[in-house]
């Protein structure tokens, strides 16, 4: 997982962050604390690993869009009305990106470098 956050978004969370990866190639995320060995749970959702990169969920995006230093499309406000809207945007990015607009992390958009 840190492996494909490095590659597809330049960026390094603290280690004190897990994953689990649960069916359909979810990704989970959480910090330890001293509850780890009792209690049982799965995390935030954080992602989706897809056949192309990592699709991250609006939570997966706040936690990585902060310390990303690649493919973060920030965007105007008629655009992100469109991207709410559920309409296609222009972000000139090819693949997974992190849409953000002033200092909110929308989720993460497919780009076909348009």
Known sequence: MRKLLKEQFDAELPEDIRFYLGGKNRVYAYKSCEFDEIASHKGIYFGTIERDGLRLSIEGSFIVGRIAK????????????????????????????????RNYFAGCGMGNGR
């Open 70 to 101: 690649k493919n973060v499309v920030e965007l105007d406000a008629e655009s992100f009305r469109k991207w709410m809207r559920g309409e296609d945007i222009e972000a000139g990015v090819k693949g997974y990106y992190i849409v953000k607009w």
